[in-house]
């Protein structure tokens, strides 16, 4: 293994607390009841299309779902930098990485715009090898573009590299591209997912365990 990539919302950076406070404004904005985090949280994985379904209950096919997943972003747009932090131990797992002659990045189907200033503002941007949004390739996860983008980044086999994510998807995406694959089982997983079934070849609980891994 010489490359380890990160999902970013949910395995490398805490995001649901600013993704959840963005939908409670467009919910106020309707004159709706604000949700607590803890029923936001396992759905932030689902990018719009999964907080729009849990705060209005629309989904991509109703006439009003573009109008307002547009009205979702630009609101997440302006508070997207409220309180995003590392994942507890996550700075200390970095760390290890580099000091084990690893080399580290990111791969997440946030578009661009977000995603840019999310990683500056954590001060990620120098320290990641890549930094690969869902916008970067002609297809987001569960397809492998951007995960195979990043190998090219990082001049690292897909073989050689190890992928770690919260979501179905990203597991499909890292074995479609040929990579190992782990469940961060600390991050976005709602009651309703099977993580068992997702064919992961591993496991973590915290980003602790990221030590064992390599």
């Known amino acids: 293994m010489k490359a380890i990539l990160f999902d970013l919302d949910g395995t490398l950076v805490d995001t649901a607390q600013d993704l959840g406070f963005a939908l409670n404004l467009q919910l ?24 729009l379904n849990l705060g209005f209950g629309i989904t991509p096919d109703h006439i009003d779902f573009i109008r307002m997943r547009d009205e979702y972003l630009e609101i997440y747009e302006s508070v997207l930098t409220r309180s995003p932090q590392l994942f507890n131990g996550m700075q200390s797992a970095l760390e290890n990485i580099v000091a084990k002659g690893f080399k580290w990045g990111i791969v997440t189907n946030k578009p661009s715009r977000f995603t840019v200033p999310l990683i500056k503002s954590l001060g990620l941007t120098h320290r990641a ?22 190998c090219e980044r990082v001049q690292v086999k897909p073989e050689d590299c190890l992928y770690i994510g919260d979501a179905e998807r990203d597991i499909q995406a890292g ?19 099977q993580p068992l079934s997702w064919g992961a070849d591993a496991f973590i609980h915290s980003p602790s365990e990221i030590a064992n891994l390599i």
């Open 28 to 51: 106020q904005q309707y004159g709706k009841p604000t949700l607590a985090d803890h029923a936001i949280r396992p759905f932030a994985s689902h990018g719009s299309k999964g907080l």
């Open 129 to 150: 090898a890549c930094v690969i949004s869902g916008d970067d390739a002609p297809q987001p996860k569960p397809s492998p573009d951007t995960l195979l983008l990043a």
């Open 175 to 193: 074995k479609a591209a040929g990579m190992k694959t782990v469940i961060a089982m600390y991050g976005y997983i709602d009651v309703s997912d």
